[in-house]
């Protein structure tokens, strides 16, 4: 099977469950409107709103799946700090209960990216950080300059990862279970749709992870040009 075919028979699979759902509901409550009291009615029409909005967040993910694969990326001078900087006060509003630090290196050399995914990637890594961590907790931002790469890791104080689960992460459609999955919107497809960004842009993204202490996602992105190199040792 091709990966296109695999995609729509993943994703036809995924549209059935909560299709079935809706119908299923829709049609008992047309039918059987006079046995059924208010307070199972709501039940039911509940079940048929999160259903929708399931549906929904599935759509926008497929779309996002598309075009992140489509076109080749647009390679320029990125200024990082910049870049994150200016995603930023989206998760400040979104986690208004989470601490979130950016612990900038100040002499970071730019790096050959297509901003826009780079800044999909950041997005991807940051709403997760909020997502599978607990209010009051602490989100960190760090860049920094190891070798002749750059690093970007974005730490939580979350409900972390097992070892053996690592490889899954980045599978699509794959969700771990954790007490936050559940009570978290989500399919499924930010890790994977990341993963394939970050490579198509020369990076890596590895993991570090302690169970119910946190997790550390790293992006390491290569530093091409000489004279950027210099840049970041020499003195200011
Ligand atoms: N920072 C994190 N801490 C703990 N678990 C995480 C973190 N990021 C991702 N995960 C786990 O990996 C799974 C896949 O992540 P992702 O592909 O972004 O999908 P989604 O967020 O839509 O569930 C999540 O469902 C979650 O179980
Ligand atoms: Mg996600």
């Known amino acids: 099977m091709s990966i296109e ?3 729509i028979s ?9 299709l079935t759902s809706i119908r299923g509901f829709s049609q008992t409550l047309l039918n059987s ?27 926008e993910n497929i779309l996002t799946v598309s075009k992140a694969n489509a ?57 997760n950080a909020g997502k599978y961590s607990a209010e009051g907790k602490t989100i960190t931002i760090s860049t920094n300059v190891q070798n002749d790469f750059i690093t970007i890791d974005v730490a939580d104080e979350g409900v972390g990862i097992k070892r053996e689960d690592f490889g899954k992460l980045f599978q699509k459609f794959s969700r771990l279970e954790n007490h936050l999955t559940s009570k978290t919107q989500g399919n499924g497809l930010g890790l994977y749709i990341t993963k ?11 993991l570090e992870s302690v169970e119910n202490k946190g997790t550390t996602f790293r992006l ?11 840049k970041c040792f020499q003195k200011s």
């Open 71 to 127: 076109g080749k990326p647009v390679m320029t001078m990125v200024d990082i700090n910049a870049s994150i900087r200016k995603i930023l006060p989206i998760f400040v509003e979104k986690y208004k209960n989470h601490k979130i630090v950016f612990n900038e290196y100040k002499k970071l050399p730019k790096a050959r990216l297509d901003d826009d995914k780079f800044q999909q990637v950041m997005t991807n890594l940051i709403d």
């Open 33 to 59: 409107w006079d046995k059924i009291d208010d307070e199972n009615k709501k039940k039911f029409i509940k079940i048929i709103e999160e259903q929708s909005n399931r549906l929904i967040n599935l759509v």
């Open 10 to 18: 993943t994703v036809s699979h995924e549209m059935r469950t909560p």
């Open 5 to 7: 075919d695999e995609f």
């Open 196 to 206: 394939h960004l970050v490579e198509e842009m020369s990076g890596e993204i590895s």
């Open 220 to 230: 390491k992105f290569p530093i091409y040009n000489p004279e950027e190199a210099l």
